[in-house]
């Protein structure tokens, strides 16, 4: 068993960022991925993102490439792309004929803007579909300027995440008696749909328009990020009353005025205060020993090379090597169907011979 999806195949047309996300996620958890691609000096840049995949090459502008294509996607359940909308079908590869050749097909498609929309066939990266969904204006210190949180929110939580997530529902749908579907994934609408706990409680006067100001954006003393002596940082959680009581105890702040109104908000400047004065006393090591195992919901902020050594992270070999390369492990985990051992990334064409196999199984 190399997982729950063992027995599904997947075509994944070589693109970057969102699309070998997905990918992953769907070779991880044991699906057969064959990546179609060619020379490309970007993918190098793809690591770990590629692992587990079979590799086959194809030129998509020869026709006889194209027909070895829609050979492949016979056999397959789904295929996913990542070009800008009409490629494909200039390609020759566009849903209507792939699926007409496999009415079972699960046909997903990354895009940053969608498959329509009057920026559908504009140019774009993360930054820009996190700003136009609203979620980059709201990732912000109050009266500083927004910070982009790497490429987390569009490329991979709001795009390859939601991909595989749906291509794994219509795969579903599919098992029980449908037929194939198109999935226009887009990444605006993706990094839009993260947000919706927060529209939520806008829609309640909880969460006001100002970045840096609110429960969860660096706004409550209470949920922010803390220098420490040494010049490492610490962060708390203490939103519900029981944990910000712990955090007031063992600060021994509990008996003062400023923190006896968790909420409210006038307060929170001089709590700010309070805390960043107190959290500077002592090195990020000291304030681990004073707060590990409480309920103060603390943790210290961790550089990647700090994560690796983590006795949390360690006792669940959170990260494992693969191909020489120190990367995170697949998860979520299953108690029946583990996925296996990830493979490092195929080279370029290593498993052309699957083209000819497809190819006698047609002719035979």
Request: hydrophobic content about 40%; proline content about 7%; some cysteine.
């Amino acid at each position: 068993m190399t997982g729950p999806l063992e027995g599904i195949r997947v075509v994944e047309i070589g693109s970057l960022g969102p699309g070998p996300f997905a990918g992953m996620m769907l070779a991880d958890h044991g699906a057969e991925v064959i990546r179609v691609e060619r020379e490309d000096p970007m993918q190098d840049l793809m690591g770990p993102l590629l692992r587990s995949r079979k590799s086959v090459a194809l030129d998509l502008k020869c026709p006889d490439d194209i027909a070895r294509l829609r050979d492949l996607c016979r056999t397959a359940d789904g295929l996913i792309e990542g070009f800008r909308p009409g490629v494909m079908e200039r390609l020759g590869l566009g849903p209507e004929i792939l699926m007409a050749d496999n009415p079972k097909l699960v046909y997903g498609r990354m895009t940053g803007w969608g498959q329509d929309g009057p920026y559908a066939h504009l140019a774009g990266h993360d930054i820009n579909y996190i700003a136009l969904s609203g979620v980059l204006g709201a990732c912000a210190r109050s009266g500083e300027i927004p910070v982009p949180p790497m490429n987390l929110l569009g490329d991979f939580g709001g795009g390859g995440m939601l991909l595989a997530f749906a291509m794994v529902s219509a795969l579903l749908a599919v098992q029980r008696g449908q037929q194939g579907q198109v999935i226009d994934c887009a990444m605006t609408d993706g990094s839009a749909l993260l947000m919706t706990m927060i529209w939520g409680l806008k829609a309640k006067g909880i969460w006001n328009g100002a970045a840096g100001t609110n429960l969860l954006d660096t706004g409550a003393p209470f949920y922010d990020v803390y220098e420490t002596a040494d010049g490492r940082y610490i962060c708390i959680g203490s939103l519900e009353p029981r944990f910000f009581a712990a955090l007031c105890k063992i600060l021994k702040v509990d008996d003062g005025p400023d923190f006896c109104n968790q909420n409210d908000r006038q307060s929170w400047p001089v709590q700010k205060s309070k805390l960043t004065a107190i959290f500077k006393s002592g090195t990020r090591n000291f304030w681990v020993d004073i707060f590990e195992g409480s309920d103060v919901c603390f943790a210290p902020v961790l550089t990647m090379e700090e994560a690796l050594e983590h006795h949390h992270n360690r006792s669940r070999n959170c990260f494992i090597e693969v191909g020489g390369v120190t990367q995170p492990a697949p998860a979520p985990r299953y108690s029946l169907t583990p996925c296996a051992f990830p493979t490092a990334p195929p080279s370029l064409g290593k498993d052309q011979s699957l083209l000819e196999e497809v190819n006698m199984a047609r002719r035979g």
